[in-house]
């Protein structure tokens, strides 16, 4: 019990941020709710990403109502890899990725053959709701994938490695990578068992690692080495950041980019409530973050001055 | 400390719990020692009945009948008062504690009664404390003066006041030849107490016979006990006569106060009068309309729950559990940080736990999980819609709940038979919730997922299901109040998560 109280001490001392101090004094004070609707729906983001020259993924098609399914070979006609996510999902989840579609079968990223069949019946499980928050009917969005750049190659074992952006008052406060591993499914989930690596706000390289909130300097799966991480397009990567800010009006988001081999960073999504699991990464604590932007960084400045100022400071 | 800082809202919330806490220990004594309410459930009052059989023969026309009753006691109050006496006008004489029962041309033998329910009681009735006038002192002839002062004079070297130092007296030295001449050898012991009266009312202090009856299940009598009653440093003090302790035991009861005699009946003769007790118990919350009448305080009492028919009574005392049940996963998620299927599913689940039993529930429970995931995984590859899909598994949860408890019935089990008391569809999607998990993240988060949830609706149910934090939610229900307030403050808790602190270890310095 004293032992809690002591761990629980320090953590406050080393500015950790707990779920309780996020949803009560970041989210509910500078996220308003009435502007979660524009994160929760990707094809709305993906609009007003493009409104303001953010880089997306471009979209193949829109799939809102179950008699449309059908028309699903026809939306992807031409296309050999395509991608099927829910508008309203969260979490990566009901995300298909199909990386070779030959006209017939559709072989998908996590390396299984499917069927017109299978793919309709996703598609048609989106639309019912399966993979939105609340169950609520939803709209499956088709859109390119991404080509992942071979900067990442060795970094990720079959899933796309995403960059989180923590951008509080439109400074980007944390960065971390998230890569996949063999436990993780593909997915770069941490708690599901990808790597998550902490990166310097400032440079983009390497901080630390970790699997399973244990710090790790190797990747599991393909024993890359961790600390060797740098991210290429880094100005990018945090301007994306500040002008997600600027598009929604949220004070605390995270915003989830991929770099393609020949668009460079491109947002996929941006998240109004983003979990805590960065400061395990980054091995800091996020309110002193926080506490460092409310307190010192100026106010008023542009995304791009924003950006400059975190790059110098 | 600015005005604002005063006014923050955890500051405001804070008066507010404090001030609830007020209010409801202020109810919670109120409703102790106005309304006899007991913080154990167990507790029981005891009712004790006692009938008063008078029976005589008239030996003329008009029978004139007058019974002693009590109306004021320092234990006791009276919870009814029943008198049957067919053909006779009833009156009763409340200033002189008195039922006078007249009749007209009666034949044979009479039997009329008087029946009294009361009950023990916590607080004190007032007794008549009025100063009474101070006696004459008697007139007596030159010997029985002197008689008078011996007995006084051997009274000094006892102990206590003047009262028991008569009754010792009396007791102890009946041989000496001042005390046998006053006593008749053969004495009863209202004998001896009209003797101690008026060797009171020599040093002129006021006293009387009181008779009381002692309260034992089955008993009858005849006669009840005489004990003296003498006004001394300004009260009026009960003696034993045997032992000259002050005051009445437990368990006693005083039916008439005075010299006149229990029962007077003109008109009549071989006149008795028949006392029975018999002993019944009831609970606090039972007796408490009688309570809060007996201490003007009906009124509040008739806007509360406990007044109303007791179907809504067992639903709003089911219901007076929720906020507790509430509460607790409050606790388990945001200050525990417990992750569970849903908000509200394990309170409701604690809540079936309640009405199934224990482990009988827990094991159904767990088979009709296990039932419903085998049956969800066959589907899964039938590729339904959503909402089709989950009707399906509620569909399945209704079926199976219906074959469990016939096979339990069957098989005379409650085990299996309790399937019926778990709310469908929290079941269905507990069911469907588990099986998209299973699909989606694994085998491992979802047993875990599922084992987070029983646990906290295992600790749930064993705070709601004991006996006394049910009868206190119910009987005190005023603390509702501060678990409102007290939920309302943990909105605004911002400290770690007990199991932050484990997820978060690894960000503690390390060289501390």
Known sequence: MFSWIKVAKQLSENGVLGMNDRNYSVIAKYNKRSLYTLVDDKVKTKKLANNININTPRMIGIIEHQYEVDNLLKIVEGYQTFVIKPAHGSGGKGVLVIKNYDGEKFYSAAGEVLTFKDVYQHVSNTLSGLFSLGGRYDVALIEETVNFSDVFKNFSYHGIPDVRVIVYKGYPAMVMMRLATKESDGKANLHQGGVGVGLDVKTGETLRAVLHNKPVTIHPDTGANLMDLKVPYWREHLLIGALAYDMTGLGYLGADIVSDKNRGPMMLEINARPGLAIQIANGKGLKTRLKEIDETYPTGLSAEERVDYVLNK | ?512
């Open chain 2, 1 to 512: 400390m600015t005005i604002k800082n005063l006014f923050s809202v955890r500051k405001v919330l804070s008066y507010l719990l404090i001030l609830s806490i007020i209010y409801a220990s202020y109810r919670i004594y109120y409703k102790v020692k106005y309304w006899g309410f007991s913080i154990s459930p167990k507790e029981v009052t005891d009712v004790w009945k006692i009938d008063a059989r008078v029976s005589f023969r008239p030996i003329s026309d008009k029978v004139h009948v007058v019974l002693s009753v009590p109306n004021e006691n320092e234990n006791f109050n009276i919870l009814s008062e029943d008198i049957i006496a067919n053909g006779y006008t009833v009156k009763q004489d409340r200033k002189n504690n008195q039922i006078i029962f007249d009749g007209k041309d009666k034949e044979g033998k009479q039997t009329l009664y008087y029946r009294l329910n009361i009950y023990e009681d916590i607080k004190n009735n007032k007794l008549n404390k009025n100063k009474p006038t101070n006696p004459e002192r008697p007139i007596l002839s030159e010997e029985e003066q002197l008689q008078m002062r011996q007995i006084w004079d051997l009274a000094q070297s006892h102990e206590g006041d003047k009262v028991q130092k008569i009754i010792a007296v009396i007791n102890q030295e009946i041989t000496n030849p001042s005390i046998s001449l006053v006593l008749p050898v053969t004495h009863t012991a209202k004998d001896v107490a009209e003797k101690i009266i008026q060797i009171l009312a020599y040093k002129r202090i006021p006293a009387r016979i009181v008779r009381v009856i002692k309260l034992e299940e089955g008993k009858k009598t005849e006669k009840p006990d005489i004990k003296l009653e003498a006004y001394i440093n300004n009260s009026w003090n009960l003696y034993d006569l045997n032992t000259g302790k002050i005051g009445l035991p437990k368990k006693w009861v005083i039916f008439q106060r005075g010299g006149v005699s229990l029962l007077d009946v003109r008109g009549g003769e071989n006149s008795t009068v028949m006392f029975s007790v018999m002993k019944s118990v009831a609970t606090p919350m039972k007796m408490a309309e009688y309570r809060a009448k007996a201490n003007n305080r009906l009124g509040n009492y008739q806007y509360s729950i406990y007044t109303l028919p007791l179907l809504e009574q067992n639903t709003l005392k089911w219901l007076m559990i929720f906020p507790l049940a509430i509460l607790v996963v409050v606790l388990l998620r945001n200050v525990i940080g417990v992750s569970t299927m849903g908000t509200f599913t394990p309170m409701l689940l604690s809540m079936s736990l309640v009405k199934t039993g224990f482990l009988p529930g827990l094991i159904c429970f767990s088979i009709m999980i296990f039932l419903g995931l085998l049956m969800r995984a066959l589907v899964a590859k039938l590729n339904l819609l959503l909402v089709p899909r989950i009707s399906f598994v509620v569909i399945f949860v209704i079926l199976l709940i219906q074959g469990l408890t016939v096979v339990g019935y069957r098989l005379d089990s409650s085990l299996v038979s309790s399937a019926i008391f778990f709310p469908i569809i929290i079941t269905a999607w507990i069911i469907e919730r588990a099986s998209i998990t299973w699909e989606e993240e694994g085998a491992r988060n979802t047993i875990k997922e599922i084992f987070n949830t029983l646990l906290t609706a295992i600790v749930t149910y064993f705070v709601i299901s004991n006996d006394y934090v049910r009868h206190i939610m119910f009987a005190f229900n005023e603390l509702n109040i501060v678990i409102m307030f007290i939920v309302m403050l943990l909105g605004t808790y911002t400290g770690y998560r007990l199991t932050e602190i484990t997820r978060f270890a690894s960000l503690v310095k390390k060289d501390a």
